[in-house]
């Protein structure tokens, strides 16, 4: 862990020692150099362009260093850092030839060699290899979330450049627009074009140079995520299996315990068997004693039970009469309702029968009087007739006097002839 710690900031400091001097000197090939370009002057003419071009140059630096890290984390896996393994398992106290092998290799300050001493040291200080896969699980943890870590002030960067090209817009926005009065932005309005043109620049230069220093930042993220997979596979192919562990050892001392055991079993047994006679027997004794009690007992709740229970029968039988009184009595003064009301509706029901009887008998009358009605028409009509082909005039008005005075009386027998025919007849008389 020591040695990790120590690579890790050796690489921070080199990200830093040498790629601030890196990046002054880009900005300076741009400014002064033979990299002079109006294009590339225009792009990192503003404060915050010139840092953003350093951090990135920062940020290739370690990636840079981290390559440089995994090459010479490839030449000590390309080493034989152990002696090799025929296969059968070893004795702990062996341990110590392949230590002294693996200080002879130059790995010390690498993922496997700092992997494969770690294991040694714990074979060495336990003198058993028993638990010795759940330290290597935890060793490649431990060197997964180191190198995770490794990336963090990679990921600082990344995360700052678009951040400085967002705040090089505003302050290149401000600029352009506080030196300007409303009569200029009149005459003159390329000026605030031009000014926000230059200010947006900045937040294009290190949108662009963000995505590609995230783009090689994978990838030698990945490489190095590779290479720890393989210190994984060489650590469990040569030293998962290499060790005798002591399961044996813990299996005799089981058989020499297990005639220790088996007597402690039976002498077990023994008092079980004894205590489970001596419970028959006391049961045997007291058990027809306890019978009587427990008759005795139960007779005496179920008497009280069954009294108790005449009572509730008894009590519920009352109130079932009371409430049947007190229905009966509510029917009966409904029934008394009903039946008055009864009555009522038989009298109304009566008096209009017969009022539709004489309905009936008017309507028959009326239909008699319009059959009566016709006939008179009919005879008017023919009278009329008659009247028309008749030379004397006078025996005409009379036939039609006496038809209309004999219509009048049988529509209406009770009714006199109207007072307007007698004039009518002296008229004509």
């Not at 309005?189 to 947006?200: I, Q, R």
């Not at 077990?268 to 027997?281: F, P």
């Amino acid at each position: 862990m020591a040695a990790s710690a120590r690579s890790s900031s050796f690489v921070s400091w080199f990200t830093f020692i040498a790629g601030v001097p890196a990046g002054v000197g880009v900005l300076y090939l741009i400014d002064h150099g033979p990299w002079q370009n109006e294009i590339l002057q225009r792009y990192v003419h503003h404060t915050a362009e010139q840092a953003v071009v350093i951090l990135f140059c920062c940020v290739l630096t370690s990636l840079l260093g981290k390559l440089l890290s995994s090459m010479r984390e490839r030449y000590s896996q390309a080493q034989q850092l152990l002696p090799t393994w025929d296969g059968k398992p070893i004795a702990v106290s062996a341990v110590t030839p392949l230590q002294q092998t693996l200080s002879l290799a130059d790995g010390g300050n690498t993922y496997i060699g700092r992997r494969l001493g770690n294991i040694l040291n714990f074979v060495v200080s336990r003198g058993s290899a028993n638990d010795l896969d759940d330290q290597m699980r935890s060793l490649s943890d431990t060197d997964a979330m180191a190198l995770d870590g490794s990336y963090a002030l990679n990921r600082f960067m990344i995360w700052a450049m678009p951040i400085l090209g967002f705040l090089g817009t505003v302050l290149g926005i401000t600029e352009a627009i506080s030196g300007i009065s409303p009569q200029q932005m009149e005459n003159d309005p390329g000026a605030v074009s031009n000014g926000l043109t230059k200010a947006f620049d900045a937040t294009a230069l290190a949108l662009s140079l963000t995505l590609v220093a995230m783009f090689f930042n994978y990838l030698v993220e990945k490489l190095e995520q590779g290479m720890l997979e393989r210190v994984d596979h060489y650590v469990d192919a040569e030293l998962a299996h290499r060790f005798i562990r002591k399961q044996a050892t813990s299996t005799g001392d089981g058989g020499a315990m297990a005639p220790v055991m088996q007597q402690l079993l039976e002498k077990q047994i023994a008092l079980w068997s004894t205590s489970m006679e001596k419970a028959e027997q006391r049961w045997l004794q007291i058990g027809p004693q306890q019978n009587e009690k427990l008759a005795g007992a139960l007779q005496q709740a179920l008497e009280t039970a069954l009294t108790r229970f005449g009572q509730r029968i008894v009590e519920t039988e009352k109130k079932l009469l009371e409430r049947q009184q007190t229905l009966l009595e509510s029917v009966a003064k409904l029934a008394g309702s009903i039946k008055d009301s009864g009555q009522g509706h038989q009298l109304a029901i009566a008096r209009l029968t017969d009022a539709i009887g004489l309905s009936i008998e008017m309507i028959t009358k009326v239909q008699t009087s319009e059959s009566q009605l016709i006939r008179l028409q009919e005879a008017l009509s023919q009278n009329l007739a008659l009247l028309a082909n008749s030379a004397t005039f006078e025996q005409a008005v009379e036939s039609l006097t006496a038809a209309i005075h004999l219509l009048t009386t049988r529509v209406n027998p009770t009714q006199q002839a109207s007072p307007r025919i007698l004039p009518m007849q002296q008229n004509v008389a």
